[in-house]
């Protein structure tokens, strides 16, 4: 019979499955990566895996989910260290353009838009990306809805508009860095024009020139 596990063990065992499958995804993109990948990458037993997870699919979801609430307490922690929210939003950028820099492959997102391109016919798959997408459109707006509360921006448009459009911005600079690399795409350069482009639309009144 196996030991009983604790929340806090049982915590650190998913952790350590999640951890497992982005080092997977981010080798292999979503398509080639097996359900048995992970198991081997984990180091577990696949009654162990199980007990978690039933699919691969399974596992990619709730390591989006994962990095979501990362992320989120990340935006937190920089909300209380940046000096304005021009600052936070250029620093977000920045950061972004490291970490693809650092990480192979462009890191999960690869995987990212195999999951959800690739699969967009299947209804619940596209229901989620649709979730996803409001959300990360609206949580932007609302970011920026806090600097203009505090009198650091003078926007030309709607900021839910502003939003979408540094979005579309983005995800077209992702997919290019995924499809023909880093320096044929400028990446470097298509990350400046695009702060650029919000400096535009939003008219900071006061901010740190990146």
């Known amino acids: 019979m196996s030991p009983k596990l604790t929340d806090g063990q049982k915590e650190r065992r998913n952790l350590q499955i999640l951890e497992a499958a982005k080092r997977v995804f981010t080798e292999k993109g979503y398509g080639a990566a097996t359900l048995k990948d992970i198991?081997?990458?984990?180091?577990?037993?696949?009654?162990w895996i199980y007990l978690?997870?039933?699919?691969k699919?399974?596992?990619?979801?709730?390591?989006?989910?994962y990095?979501?609430?990362?992320?989120?307490?990340?935006?937190?922690?920089?909300?209380?260290?940046s000096a304005s929210i021009w600052d936070m939003v250029t620093t977000l950028y920045t950061q972004q353009l490291q970490e693809l820099r650092r990480t192979p492959h462009g890191g999960l997102m690869p995987a990212f838009y195999e999951y959800f391109l690739i699969g967009w016919r299947d209804e619940e798959r596209r229901e989620l990306?649709?979730?996803?997408?409001?959300?990360?459109?609206?949580?932007?707006?609302?970011?920026?809805?806090?600097?203009i509360k505090r009198g650091e921006f003078s926007p030309v448009i709607d900021v839910m508009d502003i939003s979408r459009l540094a979005a579309s911005y983005q995800e077209g600079i992702m997919t290019h860095y995924i499809a023909v690399g880093p320096e044929?795409?400028?990446?470097?350069?298509?990350?400046?024009?695009?702060?650029?482009?919000?400096?535009?639309?939003?008219h900071p009144v006061s901010s740190t020139e990146s």
């Open 39 to 47: 198991i081997e990458e984990t180091g577990m037993s696949r009654g």
């Open 52 to 55: 978690y997870y039933q699919t």
């Open 57 to 65: 699919e399974d596992i990619f979801e709730a390591l989006l989910d």
């Open 67 to 81: 990095q979501d609430v990362d992320h989120e307490r990340y935006l937190d922690q920089l909300m209380e260290s």
């Open 129 to 147: 990306l649709l979730k996803r997408y409001e959300k990360g459109i609206s949580q932007f707006a609302e970011l920026l809805r806090v600097g």
């Open 184 to 202: 044929l795409a400028n990446t470097g350069m298509q990350f400046e024009a695009l702060v650029h482009y919000l400096k535009s639309l939003l």
